[in-house]
């Protein structure tokens, strides 16, 4: 019931946006958005079926500010709530903004906290802190570089080339191998929009699309086109699929680079 209320609300959106997101049509088109939004806001984008483990400062951050580059500030000035930040961003998923020119904020200046939704990396930033682990893995001492945080705001970047699509058709077509996937869970980057964008090149295709197989098992679907080009999907694996499905993804990445079938 539950999926089938979000796909109406989906159609209603939609139908009342036309399409539009980010700039938004009218005040019924706004409530409708909100709606959705609230339904999935509490979801943990990265993996839908995983529960949200929020780390310590983002527990306590009840009222979060927007925290971004001065430069950034005017574009970003807004008493919206954050799921409306987000949107306007590009970082909302599924009802997000396309990719648009201009700076890219991170989720640290989204969030005014140092990790990202639904993860808890307390350890894991104390452990790559460690001097000991430093060392060992070269790193150079912490004040020197300063200190490893999952997601930086010390880093900043700006869209400014729009669509890869003419660059993967570039490369496609003049020989490179190309294998596109995604975990099947992953509300950040859905499946269903990396098929689209692999679909739109337009090549023909030379695998129908059919299960793969690990350890005995269907790990997945598979569609292959023309300039050896192949969309995958990993079934039960969130954003990060080495994470959630670590078998499965050296097996199908150990039997690409092999140039073997998958």
């Known amino acids: 019931m539950a999926v089938f209320n979000l796909i109406t609300y989906f159609q209603e959106v939609n139908s009342e946006c036309k399409g539009n997101f980010y700039i938004l049509l009218s005040e019924t088109c706004e409530s409708k958005l909100e709606k959705v939004e609230k339904n999935i806001k509490d979801l943990n984008i990265y993996d839908i079926l995983e529960p949200c483990y929020h780390a310590p400062e983002t527990l306590e951050n009840t009222d979060i500010k927007i ?32 990719v648009r020119d201009g700076i890219v904020p991170t989720w640290p200046q989204l ?7 639904c993860t808890d990396d307390t350890v894991a930033t104390q452990w790559l802190n460690d001097p000991a682990v430093r060392k060992a893995i070269h790193a150079e001492e912490e004040t020197a570089i300063g200190k490893w945080e999952l997601c930086t705001d010390k880093i900043l970047y700006d869209h ?12 496609t077509s003049g020989g490179y191998r190309a294998l596109i996937y995604s975990g099947d869970h992953d509300m950040c980057v859905p499946f269903t929009g990396s098929q689209a964008w692999t679909r739109s090149i337009g090549y023909e295709i030379v695998d129908e699309w059919r299960p793969w197989m690990s350890n005995g098992q269907v790990a997945g679907y ?9 969309f995958l999907t990993i079934k039960g694996a969130g954003h990060t699929v080495p994470e959630y499905k670590p078998e499965e993804a050296l097996d199908f990445y150990s039997r690409f680079l092999a140039g073997k079938a998958i």
């Open 67 to 98: 925290r971004l580059p001065s430069s950034f500030r005017k574009l970003g000035e807004t008493n919206r709530p954050l799921a409306v930040r987000t949107r306007m961003f590009g970082r909302a998923w599924p009802l997000r903004a396309p």
């Open 111 to 117: 969030l005014d906290a140092e990790s990202v939704p």
């Open 160 to 171: 400014d080339a729009g669509s890869m699509i003419v660059y993967h058709k570039n490369l």
């Open 222 to 230: 598979l569609q292959g086109y023309a300039n050896n080009l192949t």
